[in-house]
T-cell receptor
Framework: AQKVTQAQTEISVVEKEDVTLDCVYE???????LFWYKQPPSGELVFLIR??????QNEISGRYSWNFQKSTSSFNFTITASQVVDSAVYFC????????????FGAGTRLFVKA | ETGVTQTPRHLVMGMTNKKSLKCEQH?????MYWYKQSAKKPLELMFV???????ENNSVPSRFSPECPNSSHLFLHLHTLQPEDSALYLC???????????????FGQGTRLTVV
């Protein structure tokens, strides 16, 4: 079975703080993909990153960085120097060959960034 | 127009009404999806269409009826819904994932449905 766990339901930080959103996944597939999406108050999910299971390199994009560790089945997301505009719900997702590459989403983490 | 567009953005309907949600994508994708997002619940995949063919029905009640006339349009027909069906309904599209190379999904802004 495939599963994505985002243990943090809500996180509240003050602007300019760094914050890490945790994501732990379960899969028996050797080929799978991991994603992060952002859902601002407007509703649509905005794609942030895709990572395949064979690429464990960490990635940095501006203030965003991702730490993929297969040994702990984690794909954590860090926002550096958070801003009010980062306030949103963030979803981690998994898609694997066993499930026909159907995307499974975590429950999401709601991030509040206060000015 | 670009991206994934959903209409209407908000819908209030009675339990005996019939309504339809519409989704349109201009990304050249072959797969389209309906998701349901209820308060305090994970995103639930409802239906998947690949190349206009339904490939997934995630045990969705028959009061939800999808239709995919072409690879750019997806509808969700609603009939005799219950108050617990009130949720945000999100449409998404992606390249056909069954070839083993999965791409990210692009989402519309959703239809906020309230059943009264």
């Amino acid at each position: 079975a495939q599963k994505v766990t985002q243990a943090q339901t809500e996180i509240s930080v003050v602007e300019k703080e760094d914050v890490t959103l945790d994501c732990v996944y379960e899969t028996r597939d050797t080929t799978y993909y991991l994603f992060w999406y952002k859902q601002p108050p407007s509703g649509e999910l905005v794609f942030l990153i895709r990572r395949n299971s064979f690429d464990e390199q960490n990635e940095i994009s501006g203030r965003y960085s991702w730490n993929f560790q297969k040994s702990t089945s984690s794909f954590n997301f860090t926002i550096t120097a958070s801003q009010v505009v980062d306030s949103a719900v963030y979803f981690c997702a998994l898609s694997g060959s066993t499930g026909g590459f159907k995307t499974i989403f975590g429950a999401g983490t709601r991030l509040f960034v206060k000015a | 127009e670009t991206g994934v567009t959903q209409t209407p953005r908000h819908l209030v309907m009675g339990m005996t009404n019939k309504k339809s949600l519409k989704c349109e994508q201009h990304l050249g994708h072959n797969a389209m999806y309906w998701y349901k997002q209820s308060a305090k619940k994970p995103l639930e995949l409802m239906f998947v269409y690949n190349f206009k063919e339904q490939t997934e029905n995630n045990s969705v009640p028959s009061r939800f009826s999808p239709e995919c006339p072409n690879s750019s349009h997806l509808f969700l027909h609603l009939h005799t819904l219950q108050p617990e069906d009130s949720a945000l309904y999100l449409c998404a599209s992606s390249q056909d994932p069954t070839g083993g190379v999965n791409t990210e999904a692009f989402f519309g802004q959703g239809t906020r449905l309230t059943v009264v």
